[in-house]
């Protein structure tokens, strides 16, 4: 699964805090290759699965990067994630707020 959703999942580690980003044709094009996305739905696809970790992990646990509660993350996530990255939209309400920002 992490390979067929490659670019997509290395995308979403260099998006981190939104600005590296590439959420246009033309930052694809000159940069996607970094992170072998090769379209802008990967793009995309990888800032809804930012937000969607984000809003939640703010929502359900500590703060993002507090590490007090880390394996409960884990435990959290790892269920979730992989139905997430197949198809995002059915969980929109989740992070969509923080998608539109």
């Given at each position: 699964?992490a390979?067929q959703?490659?670019?997509?999942?290395r995308?979403?580690?260099?998006i981190?805090?939104?600005?590296?980003?590439?959420?246009?044709?033309?930052?694809v094009?000159?940069?996607?290759a970094a992170?072998?996305v090769?379209?802008?739905r990967?793009?995309f696809?990888?800032?809804?699965?930012c937000?969607?970790?984000?809003t939640?992990?703010?929502?359900?646990?500590?703060?993002?990067?507090?590490?007090?509660?880390?394996?409960?993350k884990?435990?959290?996530?790892l269920?979730?994630?992989?139905?997430?990255?197949?198809?995002p939209?059915?969980?929109?309400?989740d992070?969509?707020d923080e998608?539109?920002?």
């Amino acid at each position: 699964l992490a390979l067929q959703f490659e670019p997509v999942l290395r995308h979403m580690a260099r998006i981190g805090d939104f600005r590296e980003a590439f959420l246009s044709p033309e930052l694809v094009s000159m940069y996607g290759a970094a992170d072998n996305v090769t379209n802008i739905r990967e793009a995309f696809t990888a800032l809804k699965l930012c937000c969607w970790l984000n809003t939640l992990e703010k929502r359900v646990f500590s703060a993002p990067y507090v590490t007090k509660d880390c394996d409960a993350k884990f435990t959290y996530f790892l269920p979730r994630f992989r139905a997430v990255l197949m198809d995002p939209e059915p969980a929109w309400a989740d992070w969509q707020d923080e998608y539109t920002q």
